[in-house]
């Protein structure tokens, strides 16, 4: 089968045309025949990094964590899916795990779902894993009914599904970003939109909480950002993190007697531990989806299978709007 593979690794290197073997069928797991896969973060650092990360599988390289697709065959022990169905999942591009910047997969079953009816393949490829994770982040911050909720980094791939869940989980939104795009996209997502570069935590805390604080910080952002989600969380509240790459004074967070929930959400296909969790979470998602309340929103450029370099390259200019969305 084709893949886009790396032979190198460093912010110089690029991806090409490559051909493998195309994988054989395992117990518990299916083949799928990839329609789309998205670009994540995680990637381009693995792309970047290389043996400095843990996670990264030795070269030459298939990266591409998420995926959506067609189940072509079906291993023993698989119960629920079947050919021909449609699904999505975040299940390779780490360690041995072959990544979905390739024609097929072998994915392990309990790490995805049908996909959601209303999606395209291309929508549907955008949210396994910044829709996992927004999630863990929300349910594990007790996320509810009435809370005030600040999402720091609402308008990124991460923050804008964690705006939409929150406003299903029935909160008072408000989100952080900068310049007019993110402003009308986090408005749009029904956050109240504000500029973190114009506007003190300060004068978020007192405008949106009355001085209060928020019940819940999600922040997105991380680094010397965690000192400001501290700063906006009420006493006793809840700060989620997903870039906790930091050393910080946890003395504001003891103060307030915090809760930090640190989300790494590849830990279950890293250890094989809990990797039903996902397939759980990516199906209550699907519903979600399919509801109406829950779309992924994806950049207005279009990537094809032998354009992986310049996807990896919109993401990391900061331009994108939106997942960065290649077409398999």
Excluded: W
């Amino acid at each position: 089968m084709k893949t886009m593979s790396l032979n190198s690794y460093g912010s110089d290197s690029v991806f090409e045309l490559a051909e493998i073997a195309k994988p054989e069928i395992m117990p518990g797991h299916v083949i799928v025949k990839i329609a789309a896969t998205s670009v994540n973060t995680v990637d381009t650092m693995i792309r970047n990094m290389g043996a400095d990360l843990p996670l990264s599988p030795e070269l030459p390289a298939v990266l591409g964590m998420d995926f959506a697709g067609t189940v072509e065959a079906v291993g023993e022990d698989v119960a629920g899916f079947a050919v021909g169905d449609e699904v999505y999942g975040c299940a390779g591009g780490l360690m041995d795990l072959q990544g979905a910047l390739a024609e097929f997969i072998c994915a392990d079953a309990r790490l995805i779902a049908h996909k959601p009816k209303s999606l395209t393949m291309r929508e549907a490829a955008a949210l396994p894993l910044v829709g996992i994770t927004a999630y863990e982040g929300l349910t594990r911050a007790e996320v509810s009914q009435g809370q005030k909720v600040l999402i720091q980094g609402g308008a990124g791939g991460v923050g804008h599904v964690a705006v939409q869940l929150a406003k299903h989980m029935g909160a008072d939104v408000t989100a952080t970003g900068t310049g007019a795009a993110q402003m009308t996209l986090m408005a749009d997502l029904g956050a109240q939109p504000v500029d973190f570069m114009s506007t003190k935590t300060t004068d978020i805390v007192a405008a949106q909480t009355e001085g209060a604080g928020f019940d819940v910080v999600f922040d997105t952002v991380g680094g010397a950002n965690m000192t400001n989600s501290f700063e906006a969380a009420k006493l006793n509240g809840h700060v989620a993190s997903t870039v906790a790459l930091v050393e910080i004074d946890l003395t504001p967070a003891h103060f307030k007697g915090l809760s930090l929930h640190v989300v790494f959400m590849l830990l279950p296909m890293m250890h094989n531990v809990g990797r039903e969790v996902h397939g759980a979470i990516l199906k209550a998602l699907a519903e979600i989806v399919d509801a109406g309340a829950l779309k992924p929103v994806l950049d207005d450029q279009n990537f094809g299978f032998a354009d992986v370099t310049e996807a990896h390259a919109r993401l990391e200019s900061g331009q994108a709007v939106g997942k960065v969305v290649i077409d398999i």
